[in-house]
């Protein structure tokens, strides 16, 4: 099957692509590293009249570290996050989430703002970033805004982007001190395959007591969900296996799976109990320094 037929736009700037996007509407589409969108394109499952390149928006394709944020261009490759050394250091979780996806050419081209952007259920970089309270950083032609990662993804395939508007930054802020984060995945193989479920879990410890904690579930629901009971359970509490277990067992109640290729709703379930023990176990060691 052909891509279509379409006009390409090259803009030098992200006001003259937020413009092109407001002035073609939903006859458009912008392209970062075009691994979903040639994929819908080519299946028919898109149609465009414009693509709108961003890849000659290099200052979208930065990772730095501002103040007391990592700032993560929307357009800068998976490879690069998942290999910057700021990125190890601040937050190893989400390289550990970007390993798991997709083979290396894919991540090669794949960008995290694409990776949001498309909205789809199985992302694995929204779950590890809504833990981390990330924000979406979006530009469009009446100004900047700023939203919360967790609500930027309304439904499966839907995001808060209105016309001409444009991902421009993940921002990640420093995570205090004794706090832990882990992303665990289950895929039907290892290599290129979406997953069954994943579950990001963070916490942050004192005094070897979980005082904070944030578990978000993806693949599971029609956007990452903050699987809140669960999150409150082990807050006050001592790390512990039969605390994981009990926590697993709640976040499984929480999802809202639906079956299809990949899996049954119960199936899921299943798995998202086991992910979450071990999203926690990880995160706690993390936070106790032992990992
Ligand atoms: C073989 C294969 C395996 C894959 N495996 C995985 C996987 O394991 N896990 C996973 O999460 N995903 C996977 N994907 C999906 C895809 O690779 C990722 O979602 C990737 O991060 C998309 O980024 P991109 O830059 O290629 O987006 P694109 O394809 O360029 O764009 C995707 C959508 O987002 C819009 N968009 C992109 N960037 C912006 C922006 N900055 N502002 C506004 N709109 C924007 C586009 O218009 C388009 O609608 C896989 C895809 C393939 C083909």
């Avoid at 296996?241 to 049954?264: H, M, V, Y």
């Amino acid at each position: 099957m052909s891509l279509g037929h379409f006009q390409f736009h090259e803009p030098s700037t992200t006001a003259e692509a937020c413009a092109l996007g407001l002035e073609f509407g939903r006859q458009s589409a912008f392209l970062a590293g075009g691994t979903e969108l040639l994929v819908d394109l080519r299946s028919g499952r898109k149609k465009v009249n414009h693509v709108i390149s961003l890849g000659h928006l290099n200052e979208l394709k930065n990772i730095k570290i501002e103040e007391n944020t990592l700032v993560i261009g929307a357009l800068a490759p998976l490879t690069d996050i998942a290999e910057c050394e700021n990125v190890k250091n601040w937050f190893p979780a989400l390289c550990d989430a970007i390993e798991t996806m997709a083979g290396r050419q894919i991540r090669n081209r794949g960008t995290m703002g694409g990776n949001f952007c498309c909205g789809v259920p199985c992302s694995d970089t929204p779950p590890i970033a809504c833990a981390a309270r990330a924000e979406i950083v979006l530009a469009g032609p009446e100004g900047t805004r700023s939203v919360e990662a967790e609500k930027f993804v309304l439904a499966p395939r839907v995001t808060m982007l209105n016309p001409g508007e444009i991902l421009t930054e993940i921002r990640i802020p420093q995570q205090p001190k004794n706090s832990g984060s882990s992303f665990q995945r289950f895929a039907l193989r290892r290599g290129s395959a979406l997953a069954v479920a994943s579950v990001a879990a963070w916490v942050q410890m004192e005094n070897g007591v979980i005082s904070e904690s944030r578990i978000f579930l993806g693949s599971v629901g029609p956007t990452p969900l903050l699987a809140s009971e669960a999150s409150s359970l082990v807050k006050d509490q001592k790390p512990g296996t039969e605390l994981f277990a009990q926590a697993g067992t709640i976040a499984a109640k929480e999802a809202q799976p639906i079956s299809d290729l990949r899996g049954s709703a119960e199936y899921r379930r299943d798995v998202v109990q086991v992910l979450t023990q071990r999203a926690l176990q990880e995160a706690c060691e993390r936070a106790e320094g032992a990992k």
